[in-house]
Protein backbone atom coordinates (compact mmCIF):
# COMPACT_ATOMS: atom_id res chain seq x y z
CA UNK A 1 0.00 0.00 0.00
CA UNK A 2 1.25 3.06 -0.98
CA UNK A 3 1.81 6.04 1.78
CA UNK A 4 1.17 8.74 -1.40
CA UNK A 5 -2.00 10.67 0.08
CA UNK A 6 -4.97 10.15 -2.23
CA UNK A 7 -6.74 13.66 -2.97
CA UNK A 8 -9.85 12.36 -0.33
CA UNK A 9 -6.73 11.66 2.31
CA UNK A 10 -5.78 15.30 1.70
CA UNK A 11 -8.96 16.95 2.00
CA UNK A 12 -9.63 15.06 5.55
CA UNK A 13 -6.23 15.58 6.86
CA UNK A 14 -6.23 19.39 5.84
CA UNK A 15 -9.73 20.14 7.88
CA UNK A 16 -7.87 18.01 10.90
CA UNK A 17 -5.24 20.12 10.61
CA UNK A 18 -7.29 23.20 10.39
CA UNK A 19 -9.50 22.35 12.99
CA UNK A 20 -6.76 21.87 15.32
CA UNK A 21 -5.71 25.63 14.57
CA UNK A 22 -8.94 26.86 15.51
CA UNK A 23 -9.34 24.83 18.77
CA UNK A 24 -6.33 26.37 19.68
CA UNK A 25 -7.39 29.71 18.93
CA UNK A 26 -10.54 28.84 20.87
CA UNK A 27 -8.72 27.68 23.47
CA UNK A 28 -6.74 30.21 24.33
CA UNK A 29 -9.95 33.42 23.69
CA UNK A 30 -12.51 31.00 25.68
CA UNK A 31 -14.68 30.96 22.58
CA UNK A 32 -17.09 28.26 22.34
CA UNK A 33 -17.68 29.24 18.64
CA UNK A 34 -15.08 29.04 17.04
CA UNK A 35 -14.11 25.44 18.63
CA UNK A 36 -17.67 24.32 17.55
CA UNK A 37 -16.66 25.32 14.50
CA UNK A 38 -13.84 23.74 14.37
CA UNK A 39 -15.41 20.72 15.07
CA UNK A 40 -18.13 20.95 12.34
CA UNK A 41 -14.88 21.03 10.26
CA UNK A 42 -14.19 17.66 11.08
CA UNK A 43 -17.12 16.24 11.08
CA UNK A 44 -17.83 17.82 7.28
CA UNK A 45 -14.10 15.92 5.95
CA UNK A 46 -15.18 13.00 7.48
CA UNK A 47 -18.73 12.94 5.78
CA UNK A 48 -16.47 13.73 2.84
CA UNK A 49 -13.64 10.73 2.89
CA UNK A 50 -16.54 8.34 3.76
CA UNK A 51 -18.72 8.98 0.69
CA UNK A 52 -15.37 8.99 -1.35
CA UNK A 53 -15.75 5.10 -0.32
CA UNK A 54 -19.17 4.46 1.02
CA UNK A 55 -19.14 0.71 0.87
CA UNK A 56 -15.83 0.49 3.02
CA UNK A 57 -16.56 3.50 5.33
CA UNK A 58 -19.97 3.10 6.08
CA UNK A 59 -19.65 2.27 9.66
CA UNK A 60 -17.03 5.72 10.48
CA UNK A 61 -20.36 7.34 8.51
CA UNK A 62 -22.54 5.87 10.88
CA UNK A 63 -20.56 7.01 13.85
CA UNK A 64 -20.06 10.13 12.59
CA UNK A 65 -23.87 10.61 12.14
CA UNK A 66 -24.48 9.01 15.51
CA UNK A 67 -21.93 11.58 17.26
CA UNK A 68 -23.07 14.65 15.21
CA UNK A 69 -27.20 13.68 16.38
CA UNK A 70 -26.27 12.49 19.65
CA UNK A 71 -23.65 15.43 21.03
CA UNK A 72 -23.26 17.86 18.41
CA UNK A 73 -26.83 18.54 17.33
CA UNK A 74 -28.11 20.73 20.23
CA UNK A 75 -25.54 23.59 20.13
CA UNK A 76 -25.73 23.96 16.81
CA UNK A 77 -29.39 24.54 16.66
CA UNK A 78 -29.38 26.61 19.17
CA UNK A 79 -27.04 28.81 17.39
CA UNK A 80 -27.63 28.53 13.91
CA UNK A 81 -31.42 28.04 13.72
CA UNK A 82 -32.16 30.02 16.95
CA UNK A 83 -34.31 27.55 18.38
CA UNK A 84 -36.60 28.40 21.18
CA UNK A 85 -37.35 26.09 24.27
CA UNK A 86 -39.09 27.74 26.33
CA UNK A 87 -37.71 25.13 29.41
CA UNK A 88 -34.12 26.06 28.92
CA UNK A 89 -32.86 29.45 27.98
CA UNK A 90 -29.18 28.89 28.11
CA UNK A 91 -27.23 29.77 25.11
CA UNK A 92 -26.44 26.77 23.50
CA UNK A 93 -29.47 24.61 25.20
CA UNK A 94 -27.11 23.08 27.76
CA UNK A 95 -28.29 22.59 31.52
CA UNK A 96 -25.43 25.16 32.76
CA UNK A 97 -24.81 28.72 33.06
CA UNK A 98 -21.56 28.25 33.98
CA UNK A 99 -18.70 29.69 31.12
CA UNK A 100 -16.48 27.43 32.58
CA UNK A 101 -18.38 24.55 32.63
CA UNK A 102 -19.55 25.44 28.85
CA UNK A 103 -16.02 25.63 27.42
CA UNK A 104 -15.26 22.25 28.88
CA UNK A 105 -18.02 20.16 27.07
CA UNK A 106 -17.36 22.10 23.59
CA UNK A 107 -13.45 21.59 24.41
CA UNK A 108 -14.20 17.43 24.85
CA UNK A 109 -16.60 17.02 22.11
CA UNK A 110 -14.23 18.53 19.71
CA UNK A 111 -11.33 15.91 21.35
CA UNK A 112 -13.72 13.13 20.83
CA UNK A 113 -14.08 13.89 16.87
CA UNK A 114 -10.54 14.79 16.45
CA UNK A 115 -9.59 11.25 18.49
CA UNK A 116 -11.81 9.54 16.60
CA UNK A 117 -10.43 10.90 13.05
CA UNK A 118 -6.83 10.49 13.81
CA UNK A 119 -6.88 6.78 14.63
CA UNK A 120 -9.62 5.89 12.11
CA UNK A 121 -7.24 7.22 9.33
CA UNK A 122 -4.27 6.17 11.16
CA UNK A 123 -5.36 2.74 11.22
CA UNK A 124 -6.71 2.34 8.25
CA UNK A 125 -4.28 3.38 6.26
CA UNK A 126 -1.03 1.90 7.78
CA UNK A 127 -2.00 -1.03 10.00
CA UNK A 128 -5.17 -2.13 7.65
CA UNK A 129 -4.67 -5.33 6.02
CA UNK A 130 -6.25 -5.64 2.58
CA UNK A 131 -10.43 -5.94 3.04
CA UNK A 132 -10.89 -9.47 1.46
CA UNK A 133 -12.97 -12.27 2.45
CA UNK A 134 -10.98 -14.59 3.96
CA UNK A 135 -11.80 -18.00 1.30
CA UNK A 136 -10.77 -21.18 1.27
CA UNK A 137 -10.65 -22.10 4.78
CA UNK A 138 -14.54 -23.09 5.32
CA UNK A 139 -16.38 -25.92 3.95
CA UNK A 140 -19.86 -24.98 2.41
CA UNK A 141 -21.74 -27.87 4.09
CA UNK A 142 -20.64 -26.54 7.56
CA UNK A 143 -21.49 -22.79 6.69
CA UNK A 144 -24.96 -23.79 4.89
CA UNK A 145 -25.52 -26.00 8.28
CA UNK A 146 -24.56 -22.93 10.28
CA UNK A 147 -27.42 -20.91 8.19
CA UNK A 148 -29.88 -23.02 8.74
CA UNK A 149 -29.32 -23.54 12.22
CA UNK A 150 -28.88 -20.23 12.98
CA UNK A 151 -32.31 -19.34 10.91
CA UNK A 152 -33.90 -21.38 12.42
CA UNK A 153 -32.89 -20.48 16.07
CA UNK A 154 -33.96 -16.77 14.67
CA UNK A 155 -37.52 -17.74 13.79
CA UNK A 156 -37.98 -19.29 17.06
CA UNK A 157 -36.93 -16.85 19.46
CA UNK A 158 -38.44 -14.11 17.26
CA UNK A 159 -42.19 -15.35 18.28
CA UNK A 160 -40.69 -14.90 22.31
CA UNK A 161 -39.03 -11.15 21.54
CA UNK A 162 -42.38 -10.49 19.43
CA UNK A 163 -44.22 -11.43 22.34
CA UNK A 164 -41.95 -9.72 25.63
CA UNK A 165 -42.07 -6.30 23.40
CA UNK A 166 -45.84 -6.15 22.89
CA UNK A 167 -46.13 -7.05 26.73
CA UNK A 168 -43.79 -4.23 27.13
CA UNK A 169 -45.34 -2.23 24.90
CA UNK A 170 -48.64 -3.02 27.06
CA UNK A 171 -46.83 -2.13 30.51
CA UNK A 172 -45.51 1.23 28.99
CA UNK A 173 -48.84 2.28 27.63
CA UNK A 174 -50.67 1.68 31.46
CA UNK A 175 -48.21 2.25 33.30
CA UNK A 176 -45.99 4.89 31.56
CA UNK A 177 -42.62 4.75 29.91
CA UNK A 178 -40.43 5.51 32.75
CA UNK A 179 -42.11 2.66 34.79
CA UNK A 180 -40.73 0.37 32.26
CA UNK A 181 -37.27 0.66 34.08
CA UNK A 182 -38.44 0.74 37.54
CA UNK A 183 -40.92 -1.88 37.81
CA UNK A 184 -41.73 -4.11 34.65
CA UNK A 185 -41.66 -7.42 35.41
CA UNK A 186 -42.43 -9.95 32.72
CA UNK A 187 -44.99 -12.39 33.16
CA UNK A 188 -43.53 -14.91 31.04
CA UNK A 189 -41.46 -17.09 32.66
CA UNK A 190 -37.75 -16.73 32.78
CA UNK A 191 -36.58 -19.25 30.03
CA UNK A 192 -39.06 -17.18 27.49
CA UNK A 193 -36.66 -14.05 28.26
CA UNK A 194 -33.51 -16.00 27.86
CA UNK A 195 -34.82 -17.30 24.30
CA UNK A 196 -35.86 -13.70 23.26
CA UNK A 197 -32.37 -12.80 23.76
CA UNK A 198 -31.14 -15.43 21.48
CA UNK A 199 -32.81 -13.49 18.41
CA UNK A 200 -30.07 -11.00 17.44
CA UNK A 201 -27.40 -12.62 17.83
CA UNK A 202 -28.92 -15.66 16.04
CA UNK A 203 -29.49 -13.45 13.06
CA UNK A 204 -26.19 -12.08 13.08
CA UNK A 205 -24.88 -15.00 12.44
CA UNK A 206 -27.41 -16.02 9.65
CA UNK A 207 -26.55 -13.09 7.99
CA UNK A 208 -22.55 -13.98 8.49
CA UNK A 209 -23.12 -16.93 6.50
CA UNK A 210 -23.78 -14.44 3.43
CA UNK A 211 -27.52 -15.60 2.08
CA UNK A 212 -28.87 -14.63 -0.75
CA UNK A 213 -31.05 -11.92 -0.96
CA UNK A 214 -33.91 -13.89 -1.50
CA UNK A 215 -33.16 -15.60 1.65
CA UNK A 216 -32.14 -12.94 3.76
CA UNK A 217 -35.20 -10.45 3.27
CA UNK A 218 -37.58 -11.51 5.36
CA UNK A 219 -35.65 -12.61 8.37
CA UNK A 220 -34.04 -8.95 8.18
CA UNK A 221 -37.74 -7.31 7.54
CA UNK A 222 -39.18 -9.26 10.68
CA UNK A 223 -35.90 -7.69 12.44
CA UNK A 224 -37.06 -4.52 11.52
CA UNK A 225 -40.58 -4.94 11.84
CA UNK A 226 -39.34 -6.07 16.10
CA UNK A 227 -37.26 -2.38 16.52
CA UNK A 228 -40.91 -0.84 14.37
CA UNK A 229 -42.58 -2.63 17.47
CA UNK A 230 -40.37 -1.11 20.08
CA UNK A 231 -41.42 2.07 19.91
CA UNK A 232 -44.93 0.84 20.67
CA UNK A 233 -42.72 1.13 24.14
CA UNK A 234 -41.10 4.00 23.75
CA UNK A 235 -37.77 2.65 23.02
CA UNK A 236 -36.56 4.88 19.64
CA UNK A 237 -32.88 3.64 19.74
CA UNK A 238 -33.49 -0.24 19.14
CA UNK A 239 -35.33 0.67 15.86
CA UNK A 240 -32.75 3.19 14.83
CA UNK A 241 -29.79 0.79 15.79
CA UNK A 242 -31.98 -1.91 13.77
CA UNK A 243 -31.97 0.47 10.74
CA UNK A 244 -28.30 0.90 10.84
CA UNK A 245 -27.09 -2.17 11.20
CA UNK A 246 -29.05 -3.38 8.44
CA UNK A 247 -27.58 -0.32 6.30
CA UNK A 248 -24.34 -1.19 6.88
CA UNK A 249 -24.68 -5.03 6.27
CA UNK A 250 -26.24 -3.80 2.64
CA UNK A 251 -23.05 -1.60 1.80
CA UNK A 252 -21.23 -4.79 3.06
CA UNK A 253 -22.83 -7.00 0.96
CA UNK A 254 -22.45 -4.52 -1.85
CA UNK A 255 -18.42 -5.65 -1.28
CA UNK A 256 -19.26 -9.44 -1.52
CA UNK A 257 -21.38 -9.66 -4.36
CA UNK A 258 -21.41 -8.43 -7.77
CA UNK A 259 -24.96 -7.74 -8.00
CA UNK A 260 -25.41 -4.45 -5.77
CA UNK A 261 -28.16 -4.74 -2.55
CA UNK A 262 -27.78 -1.02 -1.86
CA UNK A 263 -28.18 0.34 -5.10
CA UNK A 264 -28.93 3.86 -5.51
CA UNK A 265 -32.62 3.42 -6.25
CA UNK A 266 -32.52 1.79 -2.80
CA UNK A 267 -30.04 4.27 -1.24
CA UNK A 268 -32.45 7.51 -2.40
CA UNK A 269 -35.30 6.01 -1.40
CA UNK A 270 -33.72 5.82 1.98
CA UNK A 271 -33.24 8.95 1.97
CA UNK A 272 -35.92 10.37 0.87
CA UNK A 273 -37.36 8.56 3.79
CA UNK A 274 -35.46 10.27 6.49
CA UNK A 275 -38.02 13.22 7.06
CA UNK A 276 -40.90 11.00 8.04
CA UNK A 277 -38.45 8.58 10.23
CA UNK A 278 -37.61 11.78 11.95
CA UNK A 279 -41.22 12.67 12.03
CA UNK A 280 -42.37 9.49 13.86
CA UNK A 281 -39.51 9.18 16.33
CA UNK A 282 -40.00 13.14 17.62
CA UNK A 283 -43.95 11.66 17.73
CA UNK A 284 -42.50 8.77 20.03
CA UNK A 285 -40.92 11.40 22.28
CA UNK A 286 -44.14 13.37 22.51
CA UNK A 287 -45.44 10.66 23.61
CA UNK A 288 -43.64 8.72 26.11
CA UNK A 289 -42.64 12.01 27.56
CA UNK A 290 -45.68 14.06 27.39
CA UNK A 291 -43.78 17.15 27.03
CA UNK A 292 -43.94 19.61 23.92
CA UNK A 293 -40.92 21.95 23.95
CA UNK A 294 -40.81 22.90 20.83
CA UNK A 295 -42.51 26.37 20.73
CA UNK A 296 -42.78 27.43 17.19
CA UNK A 297 -39.93 25.29 16.02
CA UNK A 298 -40.37 22.54 13.64
CA UNK A 299 -40.29 18.89 13.90
CA UNK A 300 -37.02 18.49 11.99
CA UNK A 301 -35.08 20.91 15.01
CA UNK A 302 -37.35 19.47 17.70
CA UNK A 303 -35.87 15.72 16.78
CA UNK A 304 -31.95 17.06 16.29
CA UNK A 305 -32.47 19.96 19.98
CA UNK A 306 -34.13 16.46 21.63
CA UNK A 307 -31.54 14.07 20.56
CA UNK A 308 -28.51 16.71 21.50
CA UNK A 309 -29.11 16.53 24.76
CA UNK A 310 -26.43 14.45 25.55
CA UNK A 311 -23.76 16.59 25.18
CA UNK A 312 -25.05 18.05 29.27
CA UNK A 313 -23.36 15.17 30.31
CA UNK A 314 -19.73 16.04 29.74
CA UNK A 315 -20.90 19.04 32.11
CA UNK A 316 -22.69 16.74 34.81
CA UNK A 317 -18.86 15.16 34.49
CA UNK A 318 -17.45 18.29 35.22
CA UNK A 319 -19.37 19.18 38.24
CA UNK A 320 -19.24 15.77 39.28
CA UNK A 321 -15.70 15.80 39.28
CA UNK A 322 -15.58 18.78 41.87
CA UNK A 323 -17.85 17.33 44.08
CA UNK A 324 -17.87 13.77 44.18
CA UNK A 325 -17.21 11.81 47.30
CA UNK A 326 -17.60 8.43 45.84
CA UNK A 327 -15.12 5.88 47.34
CA UNK A 328 -14.92 3.57 43.67
CA UNK A 329 -15.33 6.21 40.11
CA UNK A 330 -14.07 3.98 37.45
CA UNK A 331 -17.41 4.72 35.18
CA UNK A 332 -15.41 3.84 32.01
CA UNK A 333 -15.15 -0.12 33.57
CA UNK A 334 -18.86 0.28 35.09
CA UNK A 335 -20.02 -1.82 33.16
CA UNK A 336 -17.41 -4.04 32.88
CA UNK A 337 -16.71 -4.32 36.54
CA UNK A 338 -21.24 -4.79 36.97
CA UNK A 339 -20.54 -7.99 34.97
CA UNK A 340 -18.15 -9.56 36.96
CA UNK A 341 -19.96 -8.63 40.25
CA UNK A 342 -23.72 -9.85 38.90
CA UNK A 343 -22.91 -12.74 37.39
CA UNK A 344 -24.21 -15.87 39.08
CA UNK A 345 -20.98 -17.22 39.56
CA UNK A 346 -18.42 -14.82 40.88
CA UNK A 347 -21.60 -13.63 43.31
CA UNK A 348 -21.60 -16.96 44.78
CA UNK A 349 -18.20 -17.54 45.17
CA UNK A 350 -16.67 -14.20 46.37
CA UNK A 351 -19.93 -12.26 47.74
CA UNK A 352 -20.14 -9.33 45.50
CA UNK A 353 -21.94 -6.57 46.32
CA UNK A 354 -24.83 -6.22 43.61
CA UNK A 355 -26.81 -3.46 42.73
CA UNK A 356 -29.65 -3.48 40.33
CA UNK A 357 -30.08 -0.48 37.99
CA UNK A 358 -32.28 2.59 38.59
CA UNK A 359 -31.64 1.99 42.52
CA UNK A 360 -30.31 3.70 45.08
CA UNK A 361 -27.63 1.57 45.96
CA UNK A 362 -26.47 1.46 42.16
CA UNK A 363 -26.58 5.35 42.28
CA UNK A 364 -24.31 5.78 45.38
CA UNK A 365 -21.77 3.03 45.42
CA UNK A 366 -22.34 1.65 42.07
CA UNK A 367 -20.21 2.05 38.97
CA UNK A 368 -22.88 3.18 36.40
CA UNK A 369 -22.55 6.93 35.48
CA UNK A 370 -26.15 6.69 34.52
CA UNK A 371 -27.49 6.22 37.84
CA UNK A 372 -25.40 8.32 39.82
CA UNK A 373 -25.87 10.96 37.40
CA UNK A 374 -29.60 10.50 37.18
CA UNK A 375 -29.85 10.58 40.67
CA UNK A 376 -28.09 13.77 41.07
CA UNK A 377 -30.11 15.81 38.69
CA UNK A 378 -32.94 14.06 39.67
CA UNK A 379 -33.84 12.07 42.54
CA UNK A 380 -37.43 11.38 42.62
CA UNK A 381 -37.68 11.36 38.99
CA UNK A 382 -34.89 8.30 38.98
CA UNK A 383 -36.18 6.13 41.76
CA UNK A 384 -39.49 6.51 38.96
CA UNK A 385 -37.36 5.05 36.30
CA UNK A 386 -36.09 8.18 34.35
CA UNK A 387 -32.91 8.27 33.57
CA UNK A 388 -29.99 10.80 31.97
CA UNK A 389 -28.21 7.57 29.74
CA UNK A 390 -24.60 8.24 29.79
CA UNK A 391 -22.17 8.84 26.88
CA UNK A 392 -18.09 7.31 26.50
CA UNK A 393 -16.97 10.84 26.21
CA UNK A 394 -18.49 11.60 29.87
CA UNK A 395 -17.26 8.51 32.00
CA UNK A 396 -13.61 9.10 30.21
CA UNK A 397 -13.81 12.69 30.78
CA UNK A 398 -14.60 12.29 33.88
CA UNK A 399 -11.84 9.21 34.77
CA UNK A 400 -9.14 10.18 32.67
CA UNK A 401 -9.52 13.78 31.66
CA UNK A 402 -9.51 15.07 28.24
CA UNK A 403 -6.34 12.98 27.30
CA UNK A 404 -8.43 9.90 27.69
CA UNK A 405 -11.41 11.10 25.91
CA UNK A 406 -8.41 11.86 23.00
CA UNK A 407 -7.12 7.94 23.54
CA UNK A 408 -10.78 6.37 23.62
CA UNK A 409 -11.35 7.99 20.72
CA UNK A 410 -8.49 6.70 19.39
CA UNK A 411 -9.55 2.81 20.44
CA UNK A 412 -12.94 3.89 18.95
CA UNK A 413 -11.29 4.47 15.81
CA UNK A 414 -9.04 1.62 15.38
CA UNK A 415 -11.88 -0.80 16.62
CA UNK A 416 -14.14 0.54 13.64
CA UNK A 417 -10.97 -0.77 11.46
CA UNK A 418 -11.04 -4.13 13.18
CA UNK A 419 -14.65 -4.42 13.27
CA UNK A 420 -14.87 -4.13 9.51
CA UNK A 421 -12.15 -7.02 9.03
CA UNK A 422 -14.28 -9.24 11.15
CA UNK A 423 -16.67 -8.98 8.58
CA UNK A 424 -14.34 -11.48 6.80
CA UNK A 425 -13.64 -13.58 8.64
CA UNK A 426 -16.61 -15.96 8.64
CA UNK A 427 -20.24 -15.97 10.78
CA UNK A 428 -19.34 -16.29 14.05
CA UNK A 429 -17.28 -13.54 13.84
CA UNK A 430 -18.93 -11.28 12.16
CA UNK A 431 -22.08 -11.83 13.80
CA UNK A 432 -19.58 -10.19 17.39
CA UNK A 433 -18.84 -7.90 15.14
CA UNK A 434 -22.17 -6.39 14.08
CA UNK A 435 -23.31 -6.81 17.53
CA UNK A 436 -20.12 -5.01 18.81
CA UNK A 437 -20.68 -2.16 15.84
CA UNK A 438 -24.51 -1.87 16.26
CA UNK A 439 -23.80 -0.82 20.08
CA UNK A 440 -20.47 1.43 19.08
CA UNK A 441 -23.08 3.67 16.89
CA UNK A 442 -25.03 4.16 20.23
CA UNK A 443 -21.55 5.41 22.37
CA UNK A 444 -21.92 9.10 22.29
CA UNK A 445 -25.21 7.77 24.21
CA UNK A 446 -24.15 4.85 25.82
CA UNK A 447 -21.34 3.65 28.38
CA UNK A 448 -18.08 3.42 27.37
CA UNK A 449 -17.72 -0.43 27.26
CA UNK A 450 -21.25 -1.70 26.68
CA UNK A 451 -20.51 -2.49 23.43
CA UNK A 452 -18.17 -5.50 24.78
CA UNK A 453 -20.23 -6.22 27.77
CA UNK A 454 -23.64 -6.92 25.81
CA UNK A 455 -22.04 -8.26 22.66
CA UNK A 456 -20.06 -10.87 24.27
CA UNK A 457 -22.68 -11.64 27.42
CA UNK A 458 -23.58 -15.22 28.56
CA UNK A 459 -26.70 -15.81 26.30
CA UNK A 460 -24.82 -14.60 23.02
CA UNK A 461 -21.72 -16.90 23.69
CA UNK A 462 -24.07 -19.77 24.58
CA UNK A 463 -26.19 -19.16 21.65
CA UNK A 464 -23.36 -19.13 19.47
CA UNK A 465 -22.16 -22.10 20.73
CA UNK A 466 -25.29 -23.82 20.48
CA UNK A 467 -25.42 -22.93 16.80
CA UNK A 468 -21.85 -24.29 16.09
CA UNK A 469 -22.59 -27.49 17.93
CA UNK A 470 -25.57 -28.46 16.34
CA UNK A 471 -24.32 -27.04 12.76
CA UNK A 472 -21.32 -29.43 13.43
CA UNK A 473 -22.98 -32.82 14.61
CA UNK A 474 -25.75 -32.09 11.17
CA UNK A 475 -22.55 -31.64 9.07
CA UNK A 476 -21.59 -34.91 10.95
CA UNK A 477 -24.85 -37.11 9.99
CA UNK A 478 -24.54 -35.20 6.42
CA UNK A 479 -21.05 -35.97 5.55
CA UNK A 480 -21.53 -39.62 6.84
CA UNK A 481 -24.98 -40.20 4.79
CA UNK A 482 -22.82 -38.92 1.40
CA UNK A 483 -19.10 -39.22 2.05
CA UNK A 484 -18.43 -37.95 -1.21
CA UNK A 485 -19.74 -34.42 -0.48
CA UNK A 486 -17.64 -31.48 -1.92
CA UNK A 487 -15.46 -28.61 0.42
CA UNK A 488 -16.29 -25.38 -1.02
CA UNK A 489 -14.45 -21.83 -0.15
CA UNK A 490 -16.38 -19.69 2.67
CA UNK A 491 -18.88 -17.35 0.67
CA UNK A 492 -22.25 -17.83 -0.86
CA UNK A 493 -21.33 -19.32 -4.38
CA UNK A 494 -23.95 -21.11 -5.47
CA UNK A 495 -26.27 -19.74 -3.39
CA UNK A 496 -27.76 -16.85 -5.60
CA UNK A 497 -30.31 -15.19 -6.55
CA UNK A 498 -32.21 -17.03 -8.48
CA UNK A 499 -33.32 -18.94 -5.30
CA UNK A 500 -35.82 -16.49 -4.21
Given amino acids: MTNKLKKEEFLVYSALLFSF ?4 IGYFFSSNEIILFGTVLILLGNLIYSF ?20 MARPLVKIIFGYNDIYNTTKYGFDFFSE ?14 FGLTLGYLYFEKYKNSEWQPNIDRKNKTFIDAIKLVSLLVFYSSFIFSLLITIEKAGFSNSEGYYSVYSSYSSRYP ?24 GKAFFPVFLYIILGGISLMVGQRNIFVLNVLIVFIYLT ?3 FTDERPWLSRRVLF ?66 RLIDFFNNNVITSTLFSTPQYSSQTLDSALYGHSFADTISYLVSPVRYLKGWG ?19 IFSIFIGWLLIKIKQMFTRGPILMAFGLSMVRLILYSPRDTALSFFVTSFNITNIITVILIYLIAKIFCGITTNSHPRSKTFSYGNEGDNDSEK
Fill in 21 to 24: ILYL
Fill in 52 to 71: NDFVGRSIFFSFNVTYFTFI
Fill in 100 to 113: TVTIHIFQVIYLGL
Fill in 190 to 213: FIFTKISEMNQISLFVFLGCLPSR
Fill in 252 to 254: YRN
Fill in 269 to 334: LGFASIPLILLLLNFVNRVRTGVDFSGENNPFLDFLYSQGVSANLIGHAENLSLSSNKEIEFFTFG
Fill in 388 to 406: YGSSYLAETYYDFGKLGVV
